[in-house]
């Protein structure tokens, strides 16, 4: 496999430990609290934006002259517009709300984690085999 897919399926157990130290927060007022919430989301947005310059372009370039890549690729692009949004709306609501309740977070972040969970096994084992498939000799790093 390519260095960049090894690399993105690393950052994937990094995305999945920062979510689940997430969970062990007892309150969500303390700057240690905000930091890891920050680091989540700096942590998940730099993999996002990473997947989106290494590993869409060349996928789409090749969904040209493939319409069953063209679909899957539509199909993932929507799932990861939810899933943005729906990291956004978190994010936001708890690095700048004033009295958080821990229950609701910790809720909205098991929501959260579920959708990014579904969302690392399917990229690893549908897109990033693709990506591998079609372009197993180039190296993009």
Request: aromatic letters at 10%; charged letters at 35%.
């Amino acid at each position: 496999m390519s260095n960049i897919i090894e690399e993105l399926k690393s950052e994937h157990i990094e995305i999945q430990k920062t979510f689940n130290s997430l969970y062990t927060l007892s309150t969500l007022k303390s700057e240690e609290a905000k930091k890891k919430i920050e680091q989540a989301k700096e942590i998940l947005i730099n993999h996002l934006v990473k997947e989106d310059e290494k590993i869409y372009p060349f996928l789409y370039k090749i969904s040209r002259n493939d319409t069953n890549l063209k679909k899957t690729l539509e199909v993932f692009a929507k799932d990861a517009k939810e899933i943005t949004d729906k990291a956004i709306k978190f994010f936001d609501k708890y690095l700048n709300t004033k009295n958080p309740s821990v229950l609701e977070f910790t809720r909205e972040l098991g929501d959260l984690y579920a959708s990014i969970s579904r969302r690392i096994f399917k990229e690893e084992n549908v897109i990033y085999k693709r990506f591998h498939l079609e372009n197993h000799s180039i190296d993009l790093d």
